[in-house]
């Protein structure tokens, strides 16, 4: 074959491919130029390392096999994984195939793509020729078999497991349409050929033949192939544009990610990644409570990321959302969608809020303390019962402890940060700090998980922090003999903070079952309920909460349980909102309640006063 | 209307009364009286109602007791049967009567049915910021009711009188926080009546109301609050308590805002009295629901012509009086019953006629 | 010049005068825009009280009497301390967004329109 005789019609394909190739290499060293030198020197530092490589693994089970979709849905996980990987293995094939029938391993990149059309009367001579002709068939059914299943979801998603399906923009439906006529189109050209032919592979070589008895082939061969290489130049085109820029940038993120490179407060280059990277697939949507429950439908990490991508993110839509975590947990990009909305939000609010400075004379003053510093947070003055509870336990306990805050509320910070007022944040957090170390503790017990998560994260406290329901696991292990078990059935809340927030799943149940029986719920752990109380969104009316909490409530209370038990004085409170049948209590008023009774201690008269007898 | 005689000639016709609360008790006085059947089912061991919990009475702060000792006097002279420690578990319609199915699982057919269920107080544990249950000397308005009885015995301190009380308005009502939008109308005056009975037993003793509104809305109330500033000093503060701690020597300290002032104001004190509201007795509501009652926004029970004819419900045959219709006071739940009764005579009169 | 009005000895500007008919009430109806439920506030206190930066001047309650009768010269002062932890927001016995009117406040005070 010569190239001067090849006809026209690849044109559209390899000018699409061209303008991939400038483009994408552009953007990507212009995004990473925005990164900071640290985050560059990272790279430079890790790029030849075995982080590479593990980087590349999990391309090719994100990226082609889906992984993380399969686990959310199956039959979605095959409609992504047959799309990408099908496709893929086109590639990867048909350009073996190219390279064994023209011994030219430097063939120009259109030849494989149009292989049937040069080559069209390739009549395999041997196995080897077979293999290929039928695999490159099966593959093509293969991609086919996704593409329908792609058509189905549009009009029926909840066959896939979806709730709905993400609303599109126009780049994106230009990309679509090009994208969903790309395998039909390659399939009726080749078929064309083929029936033109006869010759071809299992599927193509039979389709043709029916087709040709029925159409005037010859004549719409030549339009067939023109319009599957427009399908593929026009779709290369849209594809930086549209959703579809995720297929690249996913790549890259990935690699990023094993080199060390993070989400920063600001946005970077980094962050333009992210962004792209978020394929819409409407995972995120689909899990998160705002539209379940409360009729949100504009706010969720697909359409936060997306509007933010395209400029036009209003603020009310980075505020409406309450930093649950249940997006990220189930993006299968594992996108950091939290940590941009702060970025976004930040950006707007932080010179909103001056920096806090109280005289210290003003501030409590600091208990003095060699042992465990207890600090209650603000919310927690709004549940007593759960302070008088861990007093309780540590006086039985005999714990030399004292509190930070009796006296009055001290705010840890994160609500602040949460809203985006940064700088108003590390000057409640300096503040604090002062009066922890002042105390001289050797342990910081909190007792709500929102103060718990900043204390780790934005503290650097020189002494461990712990959550009273981690305390008192280990508590309860050491003094076995303080608590009995009251057998009474319990359900356990995941409070966002502690769960997807911290990690914390398994400590507070190893120490409820200790004391009671529990039952599991059908949201546990990562897929746990947000309880609606959430301070992160700063967008949502009192009713439409309420809706969100009546929902996680019914969840708790489906087993029927004596009592639900949470670990955040939040999550009770928000429960606790309005009339409900089954109480929601502290772990700590349930382990409270799981006290041995008390040895009094024998008292002997002794004149006026009674003594106490050792 | 009525006929006395018309009930005389065949066998009476029936009325069965829920609740032996002044509503209930007042109705079947009246009822008996013009010669009809009544029967009162009262779940408690003994009559009365709420009015038995209370020590005296506002406005004028009249020993509960002997209006409890006239109402029973009555009671027993009209020989009016009385069904105690029975709850009414149904009430079903069947044909033109009532069938009312206790808890014991008795039936028994009626031809009219009067609902005086009352109402239960606000449990303050829900507001768990007030610390109720959790501290000791966090008590609510019925209690105190009974603190004050023995020469206020029950509110010394180790032996000695209390320094200082105050009153928390509106615990459970006007809450959406709790569910409860309404005001329960009697609390205001309850604290300005309590207030008094402190004052009255211990001189010395300093007394707060923190409070959004005073609602004195009754006759003689509004002078009655006059006479706890004036005669008592009472110290009446306008700011609603946010929370309240317990300090190491088991007193309690309040936060609120004097908005007045506007400033926070802070205060230690011996005793915090939560004046806790009126909520529907919920196991009543819920047969009643099922019976098709309709339910006011609150829960109470509403009557389709609620100016004119208060008594009446959804159901033909079925009529409400006292607290089980809102907030009431219990002249206002004496009327009410009264007037029910009247209510229940008209209809009997008349489906006697329809049966002639 | 003597102001017209010093018949007393006394100018009525800056007297303690509401003065409603001068009263500029955009401010507070751009919020209501945004937090339509808080104008349920029956001005209990509160949200004073129970607030964690309550004793440095954090007042709502006076706020949005202020924006209500439309003097918006304090505003800033009177909610520069907040801290944003919500615990107005959990004893509100009319269920007001207080957190949530209280940032948007924040943000409108330094995003004039
Ligand atoms: C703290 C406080 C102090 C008060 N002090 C005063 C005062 O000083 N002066 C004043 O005028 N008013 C006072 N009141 C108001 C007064 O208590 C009420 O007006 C009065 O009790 C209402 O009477 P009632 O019969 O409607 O209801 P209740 O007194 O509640 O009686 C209802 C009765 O029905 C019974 N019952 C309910 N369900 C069933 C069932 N299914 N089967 C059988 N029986 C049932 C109950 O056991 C109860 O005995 C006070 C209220 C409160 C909360
Ligand atoms: S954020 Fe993640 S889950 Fe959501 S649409 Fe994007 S890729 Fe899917
Ligand atoms: S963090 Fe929660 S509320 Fe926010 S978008 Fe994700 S799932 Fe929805
Ligand atoms: S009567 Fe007074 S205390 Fe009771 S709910 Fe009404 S305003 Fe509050
Ligand atoms: S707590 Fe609510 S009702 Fe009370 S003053 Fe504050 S905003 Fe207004
Ligand atoms: S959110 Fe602001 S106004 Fe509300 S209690 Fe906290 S500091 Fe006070």
Known sequence: MNLSDHPFFVWPFVAGMAFLCIYLPAVYLKWLRKTSARDRKKISAAIFSVKTIRAIREIFSECLLHRRIFRFNPTLGYMHMSLAFGWFLLIVVGKTETMLYTRDGFNPPYLPVFFKYFYPDHIPANFKGLFFLTLMDLLLLFVLSGLTLAIFKRFKSKFLGMKKSTRHILPDRIALTFLWLIFPLRWLAESLTSGVYNAGGFFTLSSGRALASLLPAEQLLLPAWWAYSIALGGFFVALPFSRYMHIFTEAALILLKHWGVKTTQRANGYTDFEIHSCSRCGICANVCQLSADAGINHSQAVYFLRDLRYNRLQPETAENCLFCGRCSAACPVDIQVDDIRLQQRTNRANRCAPAIRRPAAQLPGTPETGGVLYFAGCMTHLTPSVKEAIRTILNRADVKFSILDEAGGICCGRPAMQAGFRQQAESIIQQTTEMILRSEASLLLVSCPICYKVFNEEYQLPIPVKHHSVFFKELAAAKPELFKNSRKRITYHDSCELGRGSGIYEEPRELLRRVAHLVPTAHEREDALCCGGSLANLAISPAQRDLITDTAYEQLIAPAPDYVVTSCPMCKKTFSKGKRDIPVVDIAEALQMALTPEEKPVRVKVGKKAEVLA | ?356 | MKPANDKWGFRAEGSEQINLDKADSSLYRRLLNREPGFAACLFCGSCRATCTSGNEGMNFRLAHLLLQRGETARLKSLTDPCLLCGKCTLVCPRNVNIRAVVYNLKIMLHEPF
């Open chain 2, 1 to 356: 209307m009525y006929q006395h005689n018309r009930y005389q000639k065949g066998k009476p016709q029936q009325v069965a009364v829920v609740g032996a609360g002044v509503a209930g008790l007042s109705a079947a006085l009246t009822l008996k009286k013009q010669g009809v059947g009544v029967v009162v089912f009262e779940k408690d061991e003994s009559p009365g109602g709420h009015l038995q919990q209370w020590h005296a009475l506002f406005p004028d702060r009249e020993p509960a007791a002997g209006v409890l000792d006239l109402l029973k006097q009555e009671v027993s002279e009209q020989k009016i049967s009385l069904r105690t420690q029975t709850e009414v578990a149904a009430v079903t319609p069947s044909g033109d009567k009532f069938r009312i199915e206790t808890s014991q699982g008795e039936q028994n057919e009626f031809d009219a049915v009067l609902l005086a269920t009352g109402f239960q107080l606000f449990d303050a544990a829900r507001k768990e910021e007030y610390g109720y249950g959790i501290y000791q000397r966090v008590i609510t308005s019925a209690g105190l009711e009974q603190r004050l009885g023995h020469g206020g015995t029950g509110l010394t301190v180790n032996g000695r009188p209390p320094h200082r009380v105050a009153f928390v308005h509106c615990v459970g009502s006007r809450d959406e926080k709790v569910g409860n939008h309404y005001c329960s109308k009697v609390c205001c005056v309850t604290g300005v009546k309590q207030a008094i009975t402190i004052k009255e037993h211990f001189p010395q003793c300093e007394v707060l109301n923190f409070y959004m509104d005073l609602r004195m809305f009754g006759t003689g109330y509004e002078e009655l609050y006059r006479e706890a500033q004036e005669k008592w000093g009472v110290m009446f503060i306008r700011g609603r308590v946010s929370e309240a701690s317990q300090m190491y020597d088991g007193t309690i300290q309040l936060k609120a805002e004097d908005t007045l002032m506007g400033r926070p104001v802070r205060a230690t004190v011996d005793w915090l009295v939560l004046l806790v509201g009126m909520e529907p007795e919920k196991r009543a509501q819920l047969w009643a629901r099922s019976l098709g009652l309709r339910t006011g926004q609150a829960g109470f029970f509403s009557s389709p012509e609620k100016f004119l004819h208060p008594s009446l419900t959804t159901v033909n045959g079925v009529f409400t009086a006292g607290a089980c219709t809102g907030p009431a006071s219990i002249p206002e739940s004496v009327s009410q019953g009264r007037a029910a009764a009247i209510s229940v005579l008209e209809f009997l009169a008349k489906k006697d006629e329809a049966g002639k």
